[in-house]
């Protein structure tokens, strides 16, 4: 489990004062990121090496609401994994008391820059592997 704090931005929030529920997708993206970093990727040098890893599927449940300036937890977890596909779960939280406003899950392939599924080559395969094993051991809670 990968976690990355941040704060609401008041941009993000909507007229009734709480954060617009698009932002908490924006918030998944950056939990995706954070764990291909946490795993040696850097998602630039994945899309120059000719691999994409578009979103085929999206869900989030919302909990409780988020508001301007509250604190927040993303925590991002590898649910599978193999050569072709990366599924990912996702628990947003507030910090100041560990409410749960939001979960979700997505679901990425791996695609060639002409948009045909393709199978990660084994340094990235490999690099992913390492960590979702590790993850796999610990089993943190967030």
């Keep these: 489990m990968i976690s990355i704090e941040d704060r609401v931005r008041f941009v993000e929030t909507d007229l009734m004062g709480v954060v617009h529920h698009a932002n908490y997708l924006r918030w998944f993206e950056m939990g995706r990121i954070a764990y291909l970093r946490a795993a040696g990727i850097d998602l630039n040098d994945l899309m120059a090496a000719g691999i994409m ?56 392939v791996f695609t060639n820059l002409q948009g045909r599924i393709t199978r990660l080559n084994n340094e990235y395969y490999q690099k992913i592997d390492a960590l979702y094993r590790q993850e796999t051991k610990e089993k943190k809670e967030c």
């Design 53 to 108: 890893f578009p979103i085929v599927a999206v869900e989030c449940q919302y909990k409780n609401s988020a508001k301007f300036d509250d604190e927040y937890l993303i925590c991002t977890t590898l649910s599978e994994f193999n050569r072709a596909k990366l599924v990912f779960s996702y628990k947003v939280l507030r910090k100041k008391d560990n409410l749960l406003l939001a979960e979700g899950t997505s679901r990425n």
